[in-house]
C-alpha cells in the first residue's frame, strides 16, 4: 500500500504518530527508535522510503523533519541492556520510550509501527510490514532514528577508531570482526551476540 492510500484508514484517528528503529543487527552500539508527529499537511520532498535515501540525503532531511513536525521522541537502549533482556524485548522497550518521550502535552489515538506489533504499547497500533515505504509518519521516524544512531556510532568511532564505527556503524564488515578478534569487544560490544561471543565466549 502506498503511502497516499493510507489516508482512508488513519482518517478517523485525531492525532497519529509514526515510529521506526534504527540499530537492530549491528554487533555494537545501542538500538534507536523514534517517533514522529507530522502536521496535516507536511511538504517536505524525498522523505518516502528512507532506505533508499543516501546518509547524506537523510541528514540533509533530519533538520527539516525536525523543523516541520509537531513532536519528535527518541528512545535508546545501551547495548548492556540489549543484552540483559534481548533484542526484541529491546527494540520494543525503545519504540515505547521514544512514544512516551513526545512533548509533553501532545498525544497521539494511533501509532504506526514499522514491522510487527509491539508489546504492551501504551495506545493503539498498527503494525505496517516495510511501513517506512507506506507510511510518511514512519518514514520521517525512520530518517530520524538513523541520523541519531549514526551520530552515536561517530561518537564511539572517536572512541574506539580501530572498530572502524564511523563506516560500519557496528555492523559486522570483515574489518570490524578483525579488529573485534585481534583487539576483543569493547564496552559497547553486544556479548550476546554470536560473533562477540566467538571472541570472548560466554561474557
Not at 519528535?72 to 529491546?90: F, K, M, Q, S, T
Not at 510518511?136 to 544512531?149: D, Q
Not at 579488529?179 to 570472548?200: D, F, I, M, N, W
Request: aromatic share 6%; net charge neutral.
Amino acid at each position: 500500500m502506498p503511502i497516499a492510500s493510507m489516508a482512508p484508514f488513519v482518517s478517523t484517528f485525531l492525532s497519529i504518530c509514526g515510529i521506526d528503529e534504527a540499530g537492530r543487527g549491528p554487533l555494537a552500539g545501542p538500538v534507536v527508535a523514534a517517533c514522529v508527529v507530522l502536521p496535516t499537511r507536511f511538504t517536505v520532498q524525498g522523505v518516502g522510503d528512507s532506505k533508499q535515501l543516501t546518509p547524506l540525503q537523510r541528514e540533509r532531511l533530519f533538520p527539516q523533519i525536525i523543523n516541520h513536525a509537531r513532536g519528535v521522541g527518541l528512545g535508546i537502549v545501551e547495548p548492556a541492556e540489549i543484552d540483559r533482556i534481548n533484542i526484541l524485548n529491546a527494540t520494543h522497550l525503545a519504540m515505547r520510550t521514544a512514544f512516551t518521550n513526545l512533548p509533553t502535552g501532545l498525544w497521539c489515538d494511533l501509532a504506526l509501527i514499522d514491522g510487527l506489533p509491539v508489546r504492551d504499547f501504551p495506545i493503539s497500533h498498527w503494525a505496517i510490514v516495510k511501513g517506512d515505504s507506506r507510511s510518511l509518519s514512519i518514514a520521517a521516524a525512520s530518517v530520524i532514528a538513523k541520523v541519531t544512531r549514526d551520530r552515536i556510532m561517530d561518537d564511539l568511532h572517536a572512541s574506539y577508531p580501530e572498530y572502524g564505527f564511523a563506516q560500519n556503524r557496528g555492523y559486522p564488515s570483515p574489518a570490524h570482526l578483525e579488529a573485534l578478534a585481534r583487539l576483543g569487544p569493547t564496552p559497547e560490544h553486544r556479548r550476546s551476540y554470536k560473533p562477540v561471543q566467538a571472541v570472548c565466549g560466554p561474557c
